[in-house]
């Protein structure tokens, strides 16, 4: 298994960035797939989980995150909108067979049996 982040930059408040992660090695379409995130000196919060067209949003991004995947290029997307400096963070992809236990709050790596590398977003005018 395999999972690679692209996409953080250094962006200002209020702008947007979309993160992608590619997935191989197992089978992406019925995977259920999440993003995760670390701020500095912060724990590991559950963002955003997507099973087929169902999403799950933390609280902190709904209505200004989204997630899509795309099955035929193994990717799976991040939307991120009207970003504050509080989103500044490292942004890991992770998957797992099942939905995570950890989802409305902070996860440890137990939770998910694969990570990706992390991808740096930094807000910050």
Do not use: H
């Amino acid at each position: 298994v395999q999972l690679v982040e692209s996409g953080g930059d250094l962006v200002q408040p209020g702008g947007s960035l979309r993160l992608s992660c590619a997935a191989s090695g197992f089978t992406f379409s019925s995977a259920y797939m999440s993003w995760v995130r670390q701020a500095p000196g912060k724990g590991l919060e559950w963002v955003s989980t997507i099973y087929n067209s169902n999403t799950y949003y933390a609280d902190s991004v709904k209505g200004r995150f989204t997630i899509s995947r795309d099955n035929a290029k193994n990717t799976v997307y991040l939307q991120m909108n009207s970003l504050k400096s509080e989103d500044t963070a490292l942004y890991y992809c992770a998957t797992d067979p099942r939905y995570p236990y950890c989802s409305g709050g902070y996860c440890s790596r137990a939770d998910f049996g694969y990570w990706g590398q992390g991808t740096q977003v930094t807000v910050s005018s």
